[in-house]
C-alpha cells in the first residue's frame, strides 16, 4: 500500500498570511494522480486540487498545488477566514486509495 | 442536481450488523465507480472499499476485508455497504463518493451516515 505522510499536523496562522502544507508518498505517484481535500466541522470533504496541480470547479485561485513524484504541496497564498479548516492528500494511483493523516489549519 | 444521499446509519451492538445506502440522482450511475470512505471521531479519512459500475470489481480496505461487503443496484440508482462483525473500531461518520468528472480524484461526496457500535 502507497503511504501518504502529510506535515505539519496543525499549522497555527492569522488570516491574510501563507499556508503552505506537504504531503510525502512512500513512492512515487504515476500521472501524479494526487488529491486534495478540505474538510470542514460537521460537513463532507471537498475535492480542492486533482492531478497534483489542477483545481476543481469553482475553487478559488488562491488554493494551488505542486510537486510530483513523492513530493506534493497544497499552498493557500492567503488565507481567508473560511479557509480553516483540516486538509487532506490522497493518492489513486492504486488500490487501496489511501489519505494522508490530515493537516489542521487553525487560527492563531 | 447531482446528488449523493446516504441513509441506515444509528447504533448498533458490537458483532451486529447494518446496511447502509447511497441514493444518486443527476448522473448516469451505471457509469461510475463509487467508494465508501469512513472517518472515526477525531480521526483521518479512511478509504474503505470501492466498486466498478457495472459492480464486477471491488476492493476492501484490509481492516474491513471479510466483513464489508459493497454492492450496487444500477436500476434502482443506488450503493450499498453491508457491514457485519461491526466492533467499535467501526463507529464512523460514512462517505459514499465518486469520480464524476475528474479521473480518478472524488469530486462528489454524500453527506454522510453515522454509524456507532456500542453496548
Known amino acids: 500500500d502507497i503511504v501518504l505522510t502529510q506535515s505539519p499536523g496543525t499549522l497555527s496562522l492569522s488570516p491574510g498570511e501563507r499556508a503552505t502544507l506537504s504531503c510525502r508518498a512512500s513512492q512515487s505517484l504515476s500521472s501524479n494522480y494526487l488529491a486534495w481535500y478540505q474538510q470542514k466541522p460537521g460537513q463532507a470533504p471537498r475535492l480542492l486540487i486533482y492531478?497534483?496541480?489542477s483545481r476543481a470547479t469553482g475553487i478559488p485561485d488562491r488554493f494551488s498545488g505542486s510537486g510530483s513524484g513523492t513530493d506534493f504541496t497544497l499552498t493557500i497564498s492567503r488565507l481567508e477566514p473560511e479557509d480553516f479548516a483540516v486538509y487532506y492528500c490522497q493518492q489513486y494511483v492504486s488500490s487501496p486509495r489511501t489519505f494522508g493523516q490530515g493537516t489542521k489549519v487553525e487560527i492563531k | 442536481e447531482v446528488q449523493l444521499v446516504e441513509s441506515g446509519g444509528g447504533l448498533v451492538q458490537p458483532g451486529g450488523s447494518l446496511r447502509l445506502s447511497c441514493a444518486a440522482s443527476?448522473?448516469?450511475?451505471?457509469?461510475?465507480?463509487m467508494h465508501w470512505v469512513r472517518r472515526a471521531p477525531g480521526k483521518g479519512l479512511v478509504w474503505v472499499s470501492h466498486?466498478?459500475?457495472?459492480?464486477?470489481?471491488?476492493n476492501y480496505a484490509d481492516s474491513v476485508k471479510g466483513r464489508f461487503t459493497i454492492s450496487r443496484d444500477n436500476a434502482k440508482n443506488t450503493l450499498y455497504l453491508q457491514m457485519n462483525s461491526l466492533s467499535a473500531e467501526d463507529t464512523a461518520m460514512y462517505y459514499c463518493?465518486?469520480?464524476?468528472?475528474?479521473?480518478?480524484?472524488?469530486?462528489?461526496w454524500g453527506q454522510g451516515a453515522m454509524v456507532i457500535v456500542s453496548s
Open positions: 443527476g448522473f448516469t450511475f451505471s457509469s461510475y465507480w
Open positions: 466498486i466498478k459500475g457495472d459492480g464486477t470489481n471491488t
Open positions: 463518493a465518486s469520480p464524476l468528472a475528474v479521473y480518478g480524484a472524488f469530486d462528489i
Open positions: 492531478g497534483a496541480s
